[in-house]
């Protein structure tokens, strides 16, 4: 059995909490062909929109129809281009485009299908037609399975950074297929993982603990026993419900699902948001550089950053930034240029996620300028 009490093909199911809006996410294999029969109870009416991309819709675009049809659900679907750069203004109105269309009423579910990017798009799509319609989630990557499908952050990006327009719009259901994971390159797979690394690291010392004797198990997709996996994506999709209904609009202790995003974020816009790196080894990246800034402002044992940089070594994730992009050389005062636009900007200060240990994370806008700055150029030399 898994530390969940399931068995090796078992499905989980974990609720996140926010009253009559709240919902679940059902995690385990098989729920794509299943998707019909799970997504019928939170429909207003038997039909849906789905949004998918063009690597996504050849492998699971007809089994999800198909599987819609079996209960007398009709689907209408646009295919949009794969990768970061989808998460614009134009794709943005090239899908509500089609959703007018097709002549979604404000009873039509909207249905994500796809990685992070996907579900972003769609659920900030689904959240201003007809001033806001339902969308259920089903993300086919690991990282939009523990991190982007779940809590109701939908947006997209604009030149001047990451997620600075969107808003806030709650799925009615996440399906978290772990079939899907198969598809994925290795990269895109370990990229996820340092999401799941995450969780760990904010406030569960003893879920880090075992990632570093399970993460290798969990990753690996040819086994047949996937408890590993199903445990790592319940157990995050646990910590991050948790913290959304404790906090939903991030006023707060939301914010501590960010711990390596402020580098993250700058270190993608100077990449320019392209396949040079991606989201989740940014996010690894990032969660180095906070441990390392903790400790060396004395606020974190050297010997917890070195073991959360250790870790992330071990399974193949980047720990260290990209020298140059396509920009030229990266600096310390380019990465801190994208920062001071942050979304988490409060009266001109940047906030950072930082560590009292592993498992200790904590909310501050209050890092010295040089320290910083010392901090990214060991980084980058």
Not at 278 to 301: Q, Y
């Amino acid at each position: 059995m898994s530390p969940d009490g399931h068995g090796a093909t078992g499905q989980t199911t974990v609720k996140v909490d926010l009253g009559e809006r709240g919902y679940d996410i059902i995690i385990g294999a098989g729920l794509i062909a299943r998707a019909g029969e799970l997504i019928a109870p939170v429909l207003k009416q038997k039909r849906v929109f789905i949004v998918t991309d063009s690597n996504v819709a050849p492998h699971y675009l007809k089994p999800l129809s198909a599987s819609l049809g079996q209960r007398g659900i009709a689907s209408d679907h646009v295919v949009v281009p794969a990768g970061e750069a989808t998460k614009s203004f134009d794709h943005l109105a090239h899908v509500l485009d089609a959703m007018l269309a097709a002549k979604c009423e404000r009873k039509t579910m909207i249905v994500a299908l796809g990685g992070g990017v996907v579900g972003d798009l769609a659920g900030f799509a689904a959240s201003i037609l007809l001033r806001g319609v339902d969308f259920v989630q089903i993300p086919t990557t690991l990282l939009s399975q523990v991190d982007s499908s779940v809590g109701g952050k939908t947006g997209i990006n604009t030149r001047a950074g990451k997620n600075l327009v969107g808003s806030f719009h709650q799925p009615r259901l996440v399906l978290a297929d772990i079939d899907t994971l198969a598809t994925l390159p290795r990269r895109e797979v370990l990229a996820g993982y340092a999401e799941v690394a995450k969780y760990g690291l904010i406030e569960d010392a003893a879920f880090f603990a075992w990632l570093e004797g399970n993460a290798q198990a969990a990753l690996d997709l040819s086994r047949a026993d996937k408890t590993a996996l199903v445990h790592a994506i319940a157990a995050s999709c646990r910590a991050k419900a948790k913290i959304v209904g404790a906090d939903e609009k991030e006023a707060g202790v939301r914010a501590l699902l960010n711990l390596g995003h402020t580098f993250g974020h700058a270190l993608e816009a100077e990449m320019g948001y392209g396949e040079g790196l991606l989201h989740g080894e940014a996010v690894a990246i990032g969660m180095v550089l906070a441990f390392d800034l903790s400790a060396r402002l004395g606020l974190c044992p050297a010997a917890d950053a070195a073991r959360a940089k250790a870790h992330l070594v071990k399974l193949g994730l980047p720990v260290s930034p990209p020298k140059a992009g396509p920009k030229g050389a990266i600096t310390p005062d380019k990465l801190i240029a994208h920062m001071a636009v942050d979304k988490k900007v409060q009266d001109g200060a940047v906030t950072f996620i930082l560590a009292r240990g592993i498992g200790q994370a904590f909310i501050t806008n209050d890092v010295p300028p040089d320290a910083l700055t010392a901090v990214l150029a060991d980084a980058l030399s």
